[in-house]
């Protein structure tokens, strides 16, 4: 992590200052926006914007936290502003409220399950090929393991030897962050 | 790790996970787990990774690269708008008049509604499709869309050059049609190419495709590394032996061991060139390299640096030479 990213600074914003928090941020601040709009395009928009309005205003822009706490309270409010627009469904209730609640000084849950989530995404992004490609068919996109074999033209077998491999290695990667991660998802269920 | 203090084959844990295990699968495991503390934990864990990988998929469709290009083309709008905000007012009314015109040649042109283009000229592109599907568009090259599929086909149409990474709906195919090929797929990510001799080209990166030509019917089934030509109703099916078919999207274009000439016929392909050689003697010898979205001018150097040669450019024509001393 940068310093610049965990002082309480007025920071100087550049465009390349812009583009370096975009590629650290800009992955978990739409996965963190797509939890409460659950469409992903939206999230996608909102989080656009919020570094369009950036770059377009870096010179008279102050931030006055840190840039990614910044980051953060501009992605939040964009999406309370979103929901309340559409204000349609009863399900985004809950959303609202949350998004509501002063969570500024506190810890937002929600956004350290979504780092922790993206932490694993990248262990499971820099798993050996096959064994990666493999795992993302049957996780990611569903597939039974027959079916899997039968697109890619191998065994079932290798299909199982290959999952096996995966859980392993990611098993041993994550155990430092498996604990917090636990903890989370056992808040969850309460 | 001393986790598997008693070994167990993870095939059986694996089976307990997908809830597929047989009665002696269940009763080893249960043996196993209970045999020792830190089996139970292991297990645990394995079991959180597994829960909680479906649930990350979101991840997968986020682009940074891709959006950033976005978030840049959107910004400057507001600061813009300032300065053009007279005559904008004057061109406004112009397009106004100019869009009407467009909607009624829309409306009297059948089915026109229902669909969507997008067209590329000298900026490649990239479309995401309402079903999830993203398409890279090359240069010149045009896709035909509808803004919302039916319920039993996903039909799109290509001109020119595409890459697409199908969003896998196997209750609904994705059907492609380029000139008089149909490339039908469930779920997939690979190449489209309609090249200068009336080839139509399909590359596959993962999964399967089949490729059939409209007129004779013929089909061929090809898989993750395989290539499929349909030329004047001649269908073939090969390896792909083209490292850099999909350098026109990602940037990146490999050499390992290639003869000189081919070489420069990539290079005259990815960044739009002419190249004459008249240094015979270098057609003979290979070359080794990876470059990264590089500018042409890199490349160059590093040509002339191995090939012991100069290049004059004259706008996009580049001559090869001896070096004289």
Redesign the interface.
């Known amino acids: 992590m940068t310093q610049s990213s965990t002082n309480y600074s007025i920071e100087l914003l550049t465009e390349k200052r812009i ?1 370096e928090l ?2 650290e941020h ?2 978990v601040l ?2 963190y926006a ?1 939890k409460f709009l659950s469409d ?2 939206d999230a ?1 928009e909102i989080v ?2 919020v ?2 309005q950036l ?2 205003h870096k010179d008279t822009v102050k931030i006055h936290t840190s840039a990614k706490a910044h980051l953060y309270t501009s992605v939040r409010n964009a999406c309370l502003n979103a929901i309340k627009q559409k204000n349609t469904h009863a399900k985004h209730h809950e959303n609202i409220k949350y998004l509501n609640s002063d969570i500024g000084t506190g810890v937002d849950k929600i956004l350290e399950q979504t780092e922790l ?2 932490e ?2 990248q262990a ?1 992004d820099e798993l050996p090929e096959q064994c990666q ?1 493999i ?2 068919m049957n ?5 039974t ?1 027959q ?1 899997i074999a ?4 191998i065994s079932k077998r290798t299909v ?2 290959q ?2 491999k995966a ?2 290695i ?3 990667k ?2 430092p962050m ?1 604990a917090s ?2 903890i989370l ?1 056992l808040m969850e269920k309460m | 790790m001393n986790e598997n203090k008693q070994h167990i084959d993870e095939q059986i844990l694996l089976s307990i996970l997908n809830q597929k295990a047989s009665e002696k699968d269940v009763e080893t495991f249960e043996k196993w787990m209970a045999s020792n503390p830190e089996n139970k934990a292991a297990f645990d864990k394995m079991r959180k990774i597994w829960e909680k990988s479906s649930e990350i998929e979101v991840f997968d469709k986020i682009d940074v690269a891709a959006d950033w290009k976005l978030v840049k083309s959107k910004s400057g709008a507001s600061v813009k708008s300032r300065k053009l905000r007279v005559f904008m007012r004057y061109a406004a009314s112009i397009v106004l008049l100019i869009g009407l015109s467009f909607v009624l040649l829309y409306q009297t042109t059948p089915g026109f509604g229902k669909l969507a283009q997008q067209k590329t000229e000298i900026n490649k592109d990239q479309v995401l499709l309402a079903d999830g599907t993203q398409v890279y568009l090359n240069q010149n090259s045009r896709l035909v869309y509808p803004n919302h599929f039916g319920s039993k086909k996903r039909n799109v149409k290509l001109e020119g050059e595409a890459y697409f990474q199908v969003k896998s709906d196997p209750s609904k195919p994705f059907i492609i049609t380029s000139e008089n090929a149909i490339i039908e797929v469930l779920g997939t990510a690979f190449n489209v190419r309609n090249d200068e001799y009336g080839r139509t080209i399909v590359t596959v990166q993962s999964g399967k495709v089949s490729l059939t030509d409209q007129k004779t019917k013929k089909v061929v089934y090809l898989t993750k590394g395989e290539k499929g030509i349909l030329h004047n109703s001649n269908l073939t099916e090969s390896e792909n032996d083209e490292p850099n078919f999909d350098a026109w999207k990602t940037g990146i274009l490999r050499f390992n061991k290639t003869p000189i000439p081919v070489v420069f016929k990539y290079i005259e392909d990815y960044y739009g060139v002419k190249i004459t050689n008249r240094c015979e003697r270098i057609d003979t010898l290979t070359f080794n390299s990876i470059f990264n979205n590089d500018d042409i001018k890199d490349v160059i150097s590093e040509l002339e640096l191995h090939l012991n040669v100069k290049t004059v450019k004259r706008g996009k024509h580049l001559i090869i030479s001896e070096k004289s001393n």
């Open positions: 583009e975009f590629k800009y992955a739409t996965a797509h992903l395009d996608r656009q914007n570094f369009v770059i377009d989530e993206y694993l995404y499971i490609r795992f993302k996780r990611f996109d569903g597939f393991n079916e039968d697109q890619l033209g199982e030897t999952i096996s859980l392993k990611l098993r041993n994550i155990g498996l991660l636990l998802w």
